[in-house]
């Protein structure tokens, strides 16, 4: 056997240059009553999501759009009942569709739940000699994507998705330079990091950029995003500045010894 170490294929990070220690001792976090109107707001802005969820209620691409939007945008959180409830009722009620894109969505959202979704519902996407459809590469950018996406939530033996990764991988990265804004930024975003590979937390301040230039967004929905994100961001600034605080104090007892 070779003592040489075989080959990677390593994704490779660009992570930003630590922050000096002494920027989050000097955090000063928002006064009670900013931060008192920004919780409200939430709790207002949470409702009238909620009402949005209900109306899409009945109408599938409706309801896929907008849980999946809800997800991305990092506050999936605050309506776990009413995220399962709609992926329930998809599950239940909505099976047929020729639409690529919706069909991958489906899929997609509802195997992460944990649902037992067929891979076969792909197969309809595919030509007479077991390829899929040429027909899919310039006519319908956004269904690849979705596919895409779905493809990565394949397990063992699913030869269906294995070639579709290989066949929306390909093609995506040849059309992506011939996009335009947001779905080239959409797409260039899922060919270096899938929604599967994705820390949801992370993945939002993105997410929020691309949905507010979308002709398809809800007010509501973004400005609950941008709150969200700023209340948890100015939370995880308070708790290093306490962190930061204690360790320097703890240092200072040492060398006081």
Do not use: W
């Amino acid at each position: 056997m070779s003592s040489q170490p075989s080959a990677c294929d390593r994704r490779m990070v660009n992570f930003c240059p630590g922050v000096q220690s002494n920027h989050f001792i000097n955090y000063t976090p928002d006064d009670e009553i900013t931060l008192g109107y920004r919780q409200k707001r939430v709790q207002d802005l949470k409702e009238e999501v909620r009402r949005k969820l209900k109306t899409a209620a009945g109408k599938p691409s409706q309801q896929l759009t907008f849980v999946d939007a809800v997800q991305r945008l990092g506050v999936a959180y605050h309506f776990e009942e009413e995220v399962e409830k709609e992926l329930g009722d998809i599950y239940d009620n909505y099976h047929d569709s020729d639409d690529l894109y919706f069909v991958s969505l489906r899929f997609r959202l509802l195997r992460q739940q944990g649902y037992n979704v067929s891979c076969d519902v792909f197969k309809r996407f595919k030509d007479e000699n077991g390829s899929f459809k040429n027909c899919l590469i310039n006519n319908d950018v956004e269904g690849l994507l979705g596919l895409y996406e779905a493809a990565h939530l394949r397990v063992q033996g699913e030869d269906i998705l294995d070639e579709a990764l290989d066949f929306t991988t390909t093609h995506l990265k040849v059309l992506v330079k011939h996009l335009n804004y947001p779905l080239a930024e959409k797409v260039s975003r899922a060919l270096y990091h899938p929604v599967r590979r994705c820390l949801e937390r992370l993945e939002a301040r993105f997410n929020i950029s691309i949905y507010q230039d979308e002709a398809s967004e809800c007010k509501a929905l973004l400005e609950l995003a941008k709150l969200d994100f700023n209340l948890l961001q100015s939370l995880y600034k308070k708790e290093l500045s306490h962190i930061t605080r204690f360790r320097f104090l703890l240092k200072a007892a040492v060398f006081q010894r």
